[in-house]
């Protein structure tokens, strides 16, 4: 999962996909990081824990990394929040086999007209709800299509 600074929507796509992993009983290696570096470290955007907690997720622990090239190699599927991470993340796979892993997270989502989770950090409260809304809703679709997946093999 990853977005900008890995501290407003990717962490909570993280949290999200592990929990519906958990649930469904599927053992999944979940995690998130960033395009940029300027988090490094930090704890979630507090907006983000304060909504995460009030949808029953803890996202406290976790700290914002930035993506690297190793990632191709320990990640089968790469979400991206939005365009501008896409291409980012998209400019750093080491081959085209890694650059078909990168996806639009929205892009899950059958019959969705909305192609980018817009970034909460700049607005208000509410932005983060509509955030985690898109991400439990794209989450489920990708654990239903690992699911049927699974049943097939």
């Not at 996202?59 to 190793?70: E, Q």
Request: proline residues 4%; aromatic residues 6%; negative net charge.
């Amino acid at each position: 999962m990853v977005c900008l600074g890995n501290i407003c929507r990717s962490p909570v796509a993280e949290e999200i996909m592990r929990a519906k992993a958990t649930h469904h009983n599927i053992p999944l290696q979940v995690d998130s990081a960033g395009t940029g570096g300027y988090h490094i470290g930090e704890a979630p955007d507090a907006r983000s824990i304060r909504n995460a907690k009030k949808n029953g997720l803890d996202i406290s622990n976790l700290r914002a990394r930035k993506i690297s090239v190793h990632d191709f190699e320990h990640f089968d599927w790469i979400y991206t929040m939005d365009e501008s991470n896409y291409q980012d993340v998209c400019a750093l796979a080491p081959s085209s086999q890694n650059k078909a892993k990168v996806k639009l997270i929205l892009s899950e989502v059958k019959n969705n007209t909305i192609q980018s989770v817009p970034d909460p950090y700049f607005g208000g409260e509410q932005g983060f709800q509509i955030v985690f809304d898109l991400l439990n809703e794209a989450c489920e679709a990708i654990i239903i299509k690992i699911k049927q997946q699974k049943e097939e093999i």
